[in-house]
């Protein structure tokens, strides 16, 4: 049985729900979905250039999740960039 998902803390805005190559209708793409902790684990990472531990902690998660997260999110930003997907973003959520 899997461990029960720890409520996450999220930040970062989502600009778009998809991004995708130039030229190429989204419906003819292979899609790949960023879940909204990737897009975080991203933000906290890349952007701001927060470490590992602290960005884990204001996630409310473990250094270990977090370095699993970030690694997620970079495989399928790489191989969205690399062989021409789809990148779903996580919706929005509203109050």
Not at 57 to 65: A, D, H, L, N
Not at 79 to 89: H, P, Q
């Amino acid at each position: 049985m899997a461990r029960p998902k720890k409520c996450r803390h999220l930040s970062a805005h989502v600009p778009c729900n998809l991004f995708k190559p130039n030229g190429i209708r989204g419906c003819e793409l292979e899609k790949l979905i960023l879940d909204a902790d990737e897009f975080e684990a991203l933000h906290l990472a890349d952007v701001l250039r927060l470490q590992q531990l602290q960005a884990a902690e204001q996630m409310g998660i473990s250094r270990q999740t977090f370095g699993n997260l970030i690694g997620s999110a970079r495989h399928k930003v790489a191989r969205a960039i690399i062989e021409g997907k789809a990148l779903v973003l996580p919706q929005p959520i509203k109050d």
